[in-house]
């Protein structure tokens, strides 16, 4: 079974701060990654994935993340956070074996001015 | 382009009444999924469609639950004699699938309130 854990409810930056949101996954064979984000009252928004390749890939709005397989983590980054990225942020993965996708519960990220 | 669209954006429905969820995915993205969110939750996954047959439907609950998606392209899950645990906000999402394209595009969702 496939599974994601995102171990902090809520991350608390201040403006111009990194930002970091941690998940770290379980799967059984090689895994798809993804992060997507939610704002209120609108669906979930695909930032960024990792498929294959290099260990650090880069989205939108200036997040990246980073694949990490001996940890089994993917946790996303932006170097300097804005107000505007206070959401809800949702961790994903995907066994290569099937198409399910297994969601952490979720961050809320407040960025303070 | 235009995303996924799903209708109607808030259903409300007595306790042992059936709905009808709509989702109408991104054109030519062959694979279409349902999840279900609750309260303060991620996502879980309910059914996956590749064209018109259901690929995976290991994540509905229960026989009350199923879903269609008879010429590739609109689906529509269907929850017969609703329960109160059913209400939950219901999300439809489509990929293309192919190459390194499997990252899934999500609909607003349908809120959905059994009383």
């Known amino acids: 079974a496939q599974s994601v854990a995102q171990p902090e409810d809520q991350v608390n930056v201040a403006e111009g701060n990194p930002l970091t949101v941690k998940c770290t996954y379980s799967v059984s064979g090689n895994p798809y990654l993804f992060w997507y984000v939610q704002y209120p009252n609108r669906g979930l928004q695909f930032l960024l994935k990792y498929i294959t390749g290099d260990n650090l890939v880069k989205g939108s709005y200036g997040f990246e993340a980073e694949f990490n397989k001996s940890q089994t983590s993917f946790h996303l980054k932006k170097p300097s956070a804005l107000v505007s990225d206070s959401a809800l942020y949702f961790c994903a993965v995907r066994d290569r074996g099937n198409n399910r996708l297994a969601f952490g519960k979720g961050n809320q990220v407040v960025v303070i001015p | 382009g235009a995303g996924v669209s799903q209708t109607p954006s808030n259903k409300v429905t007595e306790k042992g009444k059936y709905v009808e969820l709509r989702c109408d995915p991104i054109s030519g993205h062959t694979a279409l999924y349902w999840y279900r969110q609750s309260l303060g939750q991620g996502p879980e996954f309910l059914i996956y469609f590749q064209g018109t047959g259901a690929a995976d439907d290991s994540g509905l609950p229960n026989d009350r639950f199923f879903a269609v998606r008879p010429e590739g392209s609109v689906s529509t899950l269907k929850i017969q004699r609703t329960e109160r645990g059913d209400s939950a906000v219901y999300l439809c999402?489509?990929?293309?699938?192919?190459?390194?394209?499997?990252?899934?595009?999500f609909g607003p969702g349908t809120r959905l309130t059994v009383t």
């Open positions: 999402a489509s990929s293309l699938d192919r190459g390194e394209s499997y990252e899934q595009y």
